[in-house]
């Protein structure tokens, strides 16, 4: 009698127990505010979805959304149960790490995350050294924004990132790696080629081509030279800022004499592609420069993997102009 009431209790307990399935679906409704997209990224019918949400709020009496037609908002009692539905689906994926891994941290697949402007220039470098240190680690790169790739780190869809500081996230910490200065690039014959080095006034009176909005780079130029932003605005016949998608294309726009850019110095180190028709400049003291750091979840077990990054990006050869930071120099966020 006693066995059958507590098998009985077990059933009930399986029946109303909430599932990581059921969190993984609340952080993915959160995150996308709109349960049909929610279901396609969980890969599952909008109605499972539903019905799964639905069942957790019925469980916890409190509802987790407030659904309208067209958008799906999080309440704030919701915001703070999706918050920790993050952290027990991150501490979960952990488990199976360790599990995985057998000790070894640097076998499997790794998750990198790396920002346009770094990707194109370390990436060739850093690939061949990691597999000659680590040959069971393939590497699963994604390129984009740095607003993309942190929410995809803090999500635990990628394991760590490449990027420009500053970068304070909660929970993320960061390790600077090496410091790169900008460089200005513009075509053969320009009047800018007769002065040694440029600086931000001398800028701000040319036909600038900077990245998109989104870019952190392009941010990072006009903190630099603001003067170049409200020439932009003001100009009376033709934009004194010009856009382009990516540094490759804006590169090739200045071979053709339409105006000059500002580059980080590992993009045009070594560089040969229309290097007859383009000439570097350095900018005078203080020049403006960048630096690039790891960052990865305080939760992320494979510690070998960060040290290792570190060690194979600072043994690249990205030019005479970088300089590598103290090794072991690890930021907490400041909040």
Not at 215 to 228: A, G, T
Not at 242 to 264: D, F, K, N, W, Y
Request: with cysteine.
């Amino acid at each position: 009698m006693i066995g059958s009431v507590a098998s009985r209790r077990l059933l009930e307990y399986r029946d109303t127990a909430m599932t990581l399935n059921e969190l993984r679906y609340i952080v993915a409704v959160a995150r996308e505010r709109h349960f049909g997209r929610a279901a396609e990224a969980c890969h599952i019918s909008q109605p499972t979805l539903s019905v799964a949400v639905r069942k957790l709020e019925d469980e916890l009496s409190i509802a987790l959304f407030e659904r309208a037609p067209n958008e799906v908002t999080v309440t704030p009692v919701g915001r703070r149960i999706v918050e920790q539905a993050q952290r027990v689906i991150e501490e979960a994926a952990v488990i199976k790490q360790i599990a995985s891994q057998s000790q070894d941290d640097l076998a499997g697949i790794l998750r990198l995350g790396v920002i346009y402007t770094i990707g194109p220039y370390l990436l060739p470098h850093l690939i061949p050294r990691l597999h000659r240190r680590a040959p069971n680690m393939p590497l699963q790169i994604e390129e984009s924004y740095t607003a993309v790739l942190s929410e995809r780190l803090k999500d635990g869809d990628l394991d760590v990132l490449i990027l420009s500081l500053p970068f304070d996230e909660s929970g993320i910490l960061t390790q600077a790696v090496y410091e790169e200065p900008f460089v200005v690039l513009m075509p053969i014959g320009h009047p800018l080629e007769q002065a040694d080095v440029i600086d931000s006034p001398a800028l701000a009176q040319q036909d600038l081509l900077l990245l998109g909005p989104g870019h952190c780079f392009r941010d990072q130029v006009l903190r630099f030279c603001p003067e170049c932003n409200r020439l932009s605005v003001t100009s009376g016949n033709m934009q004194k800022t010009l856009e382009g998608s990516s540094l490759e294309t804006i590169r090739l726009m200045v071979a053709t004499g339409i105006g000059v850019t500002v580059l980080p110095y590992t993009s045009v180190s070594g560089y040969a592609h229309a290097s007859d028709l383009l000439s570097v400049r350095p900018f005078a003291d203080p020049a403006p420069t960048r630096v690039v750091a790891l960052a990865w979840r305080k939760s992320f077990p494979r510690h070998r993997v960060i040290a290792l990054l570190d060690e194979a990006i600072r043994a690249c050869p990205l030019g005479e102009a970088v300089r590598t930071i103290e090794e072991g120099v690890r930021q907490e966020p400041h909040l």
